[in-house]
Nanobody
Framework: QVQLVESGGGLVQPGGSLRLSCVASGIVFRFATLGWYRQAPGKQRELVAGITPGGNTNFADSVKGRFTISRDNAKNTVYLEMNSLKPEDTAVYYC???????????WGQGTQVTVSS
């Protein structure tokens, strides 16, 4: 079955950096569009960044210029590099992919990112 396993979250001071990783299994990784979402307490889950099989990327306006998404098809891994972190980036971050054929969304278990002094 499809599994997405995130890691790399933690507590960081404002202005700091973190790199999240998501290892995928059960999918043909090189053909998958992958995304990172986040959900803060009391807020809806929102798209942070996405990357297509060809490497095209998109970002939420709130993270443009600070976050980078990348993929390593040899390792079945997608990364989210987060720099210049702000308290408002505090959230649970989720890895996502979708099977358009089966019309199923797949989510990881989430990793907590807390930006605080």
């Amino acid at each position: 079955q499809v599994q997405l396993v995130e890691s790399g979250g933690g507590l960081v001071q404002p202005g700091g950096s973190l790199r999240l990783s998501c290892v995928a299994s059960g999918i043909v990784f090189r053909f998958a569009t992958l995304g990172w979402y986040r959900q803060a307490p009391g807020k809806q889950r929102e798209l942070v960044a996405g990357i297509t099989p060809g490497g095209n990327t998109n970002f939420a306006d709130s993270v443009k210029g600070r976050f980078t998404i990348s993929r390593d098809n040899a390792k079945n891994t997608v990364y989210l590099e987060m720099n210049s972190l702000k308290p408002e980036d505090t959230a649970v971050y989720y890895c996502h992919t979708r099977s358009d054929y089966l019309k199923i969304d797949y989510w990881g278990q989430g990793t907590q990112v807390t930006v605080s002094s």
